[in-house]
């Protein structure tokens, strides 16, 4: 599909941009200076191409107005020779200075994207729930990369076709201005038509893209329910339907190719039409003065050099104005400030010796005004291991976002001996911290990496141990290149049992202080679970730990339950307190095991 069209995803957000233009360029043009060299380099390869190729017609013009005319043998020569010279120069320069410009291009778009990440890396969970995955991913790849524009081939051709441009007017008006009044009342209304027919000709294209979307989501979605088709017969179903979803993109396709084509075979005719006038204006019927044969041919280089960049200078302008809408874009994720920010001249030093941590009445309130937690108060004393249960939604994992200070509590505070933890940097704290979530994520390279969360000075012996600690050196071993086996997407290779296993490590490779375990079991089957228990009571020995479980037979040996109902701390004990109070922990307790036996 031709780049004049666009390919901005039609689920994208509105293209307008919100942002005046003078303080885009403002935000745009810092973004050069590392690279003022060879932004300079490139405009001076531009000037001498364009220079080039506005002089060739010229030595033209004097190769047949005058050495043809004079028999100059000599002169005809260094004309030929001039002539050459120049092609020769254009075409280096040309091909010189896009690859600079390209090459500054790609680097200021790299950096962008670098600088892009980072920046989501350091915002708040809120944020991102927010904002999906695939609308974070445009705004790191396809707004990015729709911003080399800005810096390199659009916005230089747009630069080079109005110096062409006006550099052939100058000197076709010198030579006849007559004539090249003529030419200008063809061209005119040529770009009009082709601005409207190029914006016509998005809205097909826009169903091509929107048809081509809906065929890879449907082949996504059926075959990855392959088992399910099969099973209820649905495979001849499923192939009718995506070949009606075919049909109709063809359709769509082959009309917008053909009016594609048909157009560019328009502009071929208008070009020849172009020349036809000029021979018409030239013979002097029209104005009473007849070009000379220099002349002439100038105006036929002119006019087929400047014909196709004449006609899609529009587009090309188009394509610049969609690339400012994806900086405007770009820059809302920049300026999007962390909701929780560090504290000017927070500690990088958390104190190894602290005995207690608090959590001093807790209110959260969703920006929708939905309260989480309401005044929530209770303590974890070093060591001590610490249950919290309750019905989804009841707010265990808001507690736990809050001390991971993914989130920032509406009033109260977590604090350590007193101290709030938002004294200190999120780094220092959550190093701290050791992670285990419901949702195992294993990222892609070797297993080494991901047991060092991709932090390379935690070295060997830490990984040693960590396996050691939670019984994970037959998963190992069991690998052919062991810490070095490359896993597959998600962890793909590996059993759930394995991969929970490798997760389990990861949380202890630094020795944390804290174990927070945020359901660490609930996606394995019971008989994994229990052969993961004896893992589990090995990671948590003499730790502190803060445990979500909804598998209550996990949690009956914690020193402390603490049941979450709507927002607040109903029942606290242990387990044989709660369960004799024959309130809402023994509910739920009894829902999963109706015999009583574990009680």
Same mark, same amino acid.
């Given at each position: ?21 003078? +303080? !885009? ?5 810092? !973004? ?27 030595? &033209? ?18 004309? /030929? ?8 120069? %254009?075409?280096?320069?040309? *091909? ?7 090459? !500054? ?11 892009? =990440? ?30 080399? %524009? ?20 100058? @000197?076709?008006? @010198? ?30 294209? +826009?169903?091509?893209?929107?048809? *081509? ?30 070949? %009606?979803?075919? +049909? ?25 039409? /172009?020349?036809?006038?000029? $021979? ?20 036929? #280089? ?8 004449? /006609? ?47 959590? #001093? ?14 005044? @929530? ?48 940097? +999120? ?15 294993? =990222? ?28 994970? #050196? ?57 052969? $993961? ?18 598998? &209550? ?23 044989? #307190? ?12 009894? &829902? ?5 036996? @574990?009680?």
């Amino acid at each position: 599909m031709p780049w004049w069209f666009g390919d901005e995803p039609l689920d994208d957000e509105p293209q307008a941009r919100r942002l005046p233009f003078g +303080q !885009m360029v403002r935000r745009v043009a810092p !973004m050069f200076r590392p690279h003022l060299g060879a932004l300079a380099v490139g405009v001076l390869l531009l000037l001498v191409s364009v220079a080039c190729q506005l002089a060739g017609p010229l030595v &033209l013009l004097r190769l047949i107005d005058v050495h043809v005319v004079e028999s100059s043998r000599s002169g005809v020569v260094w004309s /030929a020779l001039t002539y050459a010279a120049l092609y020769i120069v %254009a075409a280096a320069a040309t *091909y010189l200075q896009v690859v600079v410009l390209t090459k !500054m291009g790609l680097s200021i778009v790299a950096d962008l994207k670098r600088t892009v =990440f980072g920046h989501l890396l350091r915002l708040s969970l809120a944020y991102f729930d927010k904002n999906t995955p695939g609308t974070l991913l445009a705004r790191v790849e396809s707004d990015c990369e729709r911003l080399q %524009a800005l810096f390199s081939e659009v916005s230089i051709a747009v630069f080079r076709t109005f110096l062409l441009i006006a550099g052939m007017l100058v @000197v076709m008006l @010198v030579a006849n201005w007559r004539a090249t009044l003529a030419v200008l009342a063809l061209a005119v209304p040529l770009v009009i038509v082709t601005i409207y027919f190029f914006r016509w000709m998005r809205g097909l294209y +826009q169903r091509v893209r929107h048809l *081509y979307a809906r065929i890879s989501g449907f082949v996504t979605e059926y075959v990855q329910g392959v088992p399910i088709l099969q099973t209820f017969g649905y495979e001849r179903r499923a192939t009718e339907r995506l070949a %009606a979803l075919n +049909q109709d993109k063809l359709v769509a396709d082959r009309r917008a190719s053909l009016l594609e084509y048909g157009f560019w075979g328009f502009l071929s005719a208008m070009e020849v039409a /172009a020349v036809m006038v000029i $021979l018409y204006a030239g013979s002097g019927r029209s104005f009473g003065v007849a070009m000379t044969g220099g002349t002439f041919v100038l105006f036929l #280089e002119y006019t087929r050099q400047a014909f196709w960049p004449l /006609a899609i200078f529009a587009e090309q302008i188009g394509f610049i104005q969609r690339a400012f809408a994806s900086a405007d874009r770009v820059f809302g994720v920049l300026d999007t400030p962390s909701r929780t920010p560090d504290r000017k001249g927070a500690s990088e030093a958390v104190p190894d010796d602290w005995r207690e941590l608090t959590f #001093e009445n807790l209110t959260l309130v969703y920006d929708g005004g939905t309260k989480a937690l309401d005044d @929530v108060s209770f303590s974890i004393r070093r060591g001590e291991r610490v249950a919290l249960v309750g019905l989804s939604g009841g707010g265990k994992t808001t507690l736990t976002n809050l001390l991971l200070r993914y989130y920032e509590p509406t009033e109260g505070r977590i604090a350590v001996d007193g101290t709030d933890i938002r004294d200190f940097t +999120q780094r220092a704290w959550r190093e701290k911290i050791g992670l285990v979530l419901q949702d195992i994520h294993l =990222f892609p390279g070797t297993v080494g990496d991901n047991l060092r969360a991709l932090v390379d000075e935690i070295g060997q012996e830490n990984l040693d141990r960590a396996v050691e600690i939670v019984g994970a #050196e037959g998963v190992i071993a069991g690998l052919p290149k062991g810490y070095d086996e490359i896993l597959a997407e998600g962890g793909g290779n590996l059993s759930m049992g394995e991969r929970q296993l490798l997760s389990f490590a990861r949380a202890v490779v630094r020795d944390p202080d804290l174990l927070v375990l945020d359901e660490a079991t609930s996606s394995v089957d019971p008989g994994t679970e229990r052969r $993961l228990q004896a893992s589990i009571d090995r990671l948590l020995a003499g730790r502190t730990s803060l445990i979500i479980a909804h598998r &209550l037979a996990t949690i009956v040996n914690a020193d402390r339950i603490l049941v979450v109902h709507q927002g607040r701390i109903a029942e606290a004990g242990t387990h044989a #307190e709660l369960y004799a109070q024959e309130g809402i922990y023994r509910d739920l307790f009894d &829902l999963q095991f109706s015999d009583g036996e @574990v009680a």
